[in-house]
């Protein structure tokens, strides 16, 4: 089953002279349980195709089909319900500093309508799945950043999104903590889970199960 499609997609910012084409010709094929990992060089377009994906972005050509519908037609109401079937893990984590680790794993559930009870079993649910129910009461700035890294794994997870995008969930850990973080995700790819990563790390690259290589903008598939 296809859960994302990007066809012959191109993205430029700004316009005239001041422009920029952060991407060209983009076609890739996702698919239910896929782990992808998009590799190449700083500058290359990564972060921007990623940020299409999740609908953060909005393709200036080509077409994006998510689950089976074209996202460049969407209203503002349609793409963000369309960015709840999507979660982000981001390299340096993006946690609220004035919330606990139990209210930033809630935050993404805030506006689903389901009941308070449903909301907190999935909390603690999601923070046992990645042993972090000790730091519940605990404020970001006082845990490990690979602790740090589980609480945004936790929150990514919460909400049963379709696909989950990680940009460079290790690049600010160091390698042993990385290595516990890349474990984490590829377990939750072996329970069904679609998962996108974009690393500059070569070993994570080669542990997924698909690669798409991009530089200046052009992308393919590694064979």
């Not at 992808?36 to 990623?50: D, E, R």
């Not at 999507?86 to 993404?108: G, R």
Request: some cysteine; hydrophobic content about 35%.
């Amino acid at each position: 089953m296809v859960v994302a499609e990007l066809k012959n997609i191109g993205k430029i910012y700004g316009k005239g002279e001041a422009s920029t084409e952060a991407l060209r010709g983009i076609e890739l094929k996702i698919e239910k349980g896929d782990f992808w990992a998009i590799i190449g060089p700083s500058g290359s377009g990564k972060s921007t195709l990623l940020n299409i994906l999740g609908c953060i972005d909005i393709p200036t050509s080509g077409e994006y089909f998510l689950n089976g519908q074209l996202v460049n037609k969407f209203t503002n109401s349609q793409l963000s319900a369309a960015r709840n079937e999507t979660s982000f893990i981001f390299q340096y984590f993006a946690l609220l500093n004035e919330y606990t680790v139990y209210e930033n794993i809630m935050l993404p559930l805030n506006c689903r309508k389901i009941s308070v009870r449903e909301k907190k079993q999935l909390v603690n649910y999601y923070m046992k799945r990645l042993g972090i129910e000790g730091l519940s009461k605990k404020k970001p700035t006082q845990i490990s950043g690979g602790q740090q890294q589980r609480v945004a794994i936790a929150r990514a997870l919460v909400t049963k999104p379709d696909i989950i995008l990680a940009d460079e969930p290790t690049g600010a850990l160091d390698r042993k903590t990385g290595e516990e973080v890349m474990k984490i995700l590829h377990e939750i790819n072996a329970e069904g889970k679609t998962i996108v990563v974009v690393t500059h790390d070569m070993e994570e690259a080669k542990a997924a199960k698909k690669q798409f290589y991009i530089e200046d903008g052009d992308g393919r598939i590694k064979e």
